[in-house]
T-cell receptor, first 109, second 115 residues
Framework: AQRVTQPEKLLSVFKGAPVELKCNYS??????LFWYVQYSRQRLQLLLR??SRESIKGFTADLNKGETSFHLKKPFAQEEDSAMYYC???????????FGTGTRLKVLA | GAGVSQSPRYKVAKRGQDVALRCDPI?????LFWYQQALGQGPEFLTY????????KSGLPSDRFFAERPEGSVSTLKIQRTQQEDSAVYLC?????????????FGQGTRLTVV
């Protein structure tokens, strides 16, 4: 079965420190991986997708098929990065997005 | 507005009551999804529409849940005889197509509390 695992429910870091939010997936085919973010009192929104290989708000994520991981990284955390982050998997041939349970990132001043 | 709109934002229902949740997707978006998000959990897939066709309803938890999108735009999620375990945030999302790597745009959600 397809599954997304985010092992950390809460991650606290100090401002300026590096951040890594972990995401592992279970899927034998060719996956599409996404990171969605939810800031306080706002709707869920796309942060980045693996196909784009872009950096959004300083965040990057590399798909590692060997380790079935798609960890989200940022070298220097900012207070405005505090939010809930969800990793999502979309399998080929289907339409639904499968979400992890989310990691709450708190960036401390 | 330009985004996905859901109404009502909050709904309190007595156990056994029927509820209807509305989703207005972004104009022109072909795909529409409903998700259920319980407290402390990620969104769980309920159902998917491509225009007016419901192509996947594998996530609907019971036959008390019913969704429709009769004209390929607005969608309604109906829950009959609500139970306490139905308490959750119900999210609607739409995307322009169902192609690979397409972004899904989410609404603010409807928080349903069954008392």
């Amino acid at each position: 079965a397809q599954r997304v695992t985010q092992p950390e429910k809460l991650l606290s870091v100090f401002k300026g420190a590096p951040v890594e939010l972990k995401c592992n997936y279970s899927y034998s085919g060719s996956p599409e991986l996404f990171w969605y973010v939810q800031y306080s009192r706002q709707r869920l929104q796309l942060l980045l997708r693996h196909i784009s290989r872009e950096s959004i708000k300083g965040f990057t994520a590399d798909l590692n098929k060997g380790e079935t991981s798609f960890h989200l990284k940022k070298p220097f955390a900012q207070e405005e990065d505090s939010a809930m982050y969800y990793c999502a998997l979309r399998t080929s041939g289907t339409y639904k997005y499968i979400f992890g349970t989310g990691t709450r990132l708190k960036v401390l001043a | 507005g330009a985004g996905v709109s859901q109404s009502p934002r909050y709904k309190v229902a007595k156990r056994g009551q029927d509820v209807a949740l509305r989703c207005d997707p972004i104009s022109g978006h072909v795909s529409l999804f409903w998700y259920q998000q319980a407290l402390g959990q990620g969104p769980e897939f309920l159902t998917y529409f491509q225009n007016e066709a419901q192509l996947d309803k594998s996530g609907l938890p019971s036959d008390r849940f019913f969704a429709e999108r009769p004209e390929g735009s607005v969608s309604t999620l109906k829950i009959q005889r609500t139970q306490q375990e139905d308490s959750a945030v119900y999210l609607c999302a739409s995307s322009l197509t169902d192609g690979r790597n397409t972004e899904a745009f989410f609404g603010q959600g409807t928080r349903l509390t069954v008392v």
